[in-house]
């Protein structure tokens, strides 16, 4: 039986998105925070953690991070926001979460609405979370 994973999302310091999944978000984001936990990020420093989604098991999160990577930006960041207008809903002390320390100031209602920067995210626009014809779509082995 595998144990539970998460998908994460990070903004990184040039403005991007990187989706990834771990069974330990904290432990992960230090590696990223250091440097050494991929290439990508590590020539993007600083991260900030912007979404931890729970999955049931590491076929799920694997799953979840193709389809969340096979997203636009638009959708991710659509995805971000409806997360964090859910989870202001929620009690702000859920039991489990993995990034409780570090999601606290994606819970407060100015990082909310703004970059890391400080600039205002657009309201974003609904989209049908497809990838464009262009992208090649991600696939999952089964």
Same mark, same amino acid.
């Given at each position: =039986?595998?144990?539970?994973?998460?998908?994460? =999302?990070? /903004?990184?310091?040039?403005?991007?998105?990187?989706?990834?999944?771990?069974?330990?978000?904290?432990? /992960?984001?230090? /590696?990223?925070?250091?440097?050494?936990?991929?290439?990508?990020?590590?020539? /993007?420093? !600083?991260?900030e953690l912007v979404l931890a989604l729970p999955m049931a098991d590491r076929t799920q999160a694997?799953?979840?991070?193709?389809?969340?990577?096979?997203?636009?930006?638009?959708?991710?960041?659509?995805?971000?926001?409806?997360?964090?207008?859910?989870?202001?809903?929620?009690?702000?002390?859920?039991?489990?979460? *993995?990034?409780?320390?570090?999601?606290?100031?994606?819970?407060?209602?100015?990082?909310?609405?703004?970059?890391?920067?400080?600039?205002?995210?657009? !309201?974003?626009?609904?989209?049908?979370?497809? *990838?464009?014809?262009?992208?090649?779509?991600?696939?999952? *082995?089964?």
């Amino acid at each position: =039986m595998d144990e539970r994973a998460w998908v994460y =999302m990070l /903004r990184c310091g040039d403005g991007s998105l990187y989706t990834g999944w771990s069974t330990d978000v904290q432990r /992960r984001l230090r /590696r990223h925070r250091a440097g050494s936990a991929s290439r990508y990020t590590a020539s /993007r420093l !600083p991260v900030e953690l912007v979404l931890a989604l729970p999955m049931a098991d590491r076929t799920q999160a694997r799953r979840e991070e193709a389809r969340i990577k096979a997203l636009g930006r638009a959708a991710k960041l659509e995805l971000i926001a409806a997360e964090c207008a859910s989870a202001q809903a929620l009690s702000p002390a859920i039991a489990g979460s *993995p990034s409780a320390s570090e999601t606290s100031s994606v819970g407060s209602s100015s990082s909310r609405s703004a970059n890391s920067d400080g600039s205002r995210l657009e !309201p974003l626009i609904r989209s049908s979370g497809e *990838p464009s014809a262009s992208r090649r779509p991600w696939r999952v *082995p089964k």
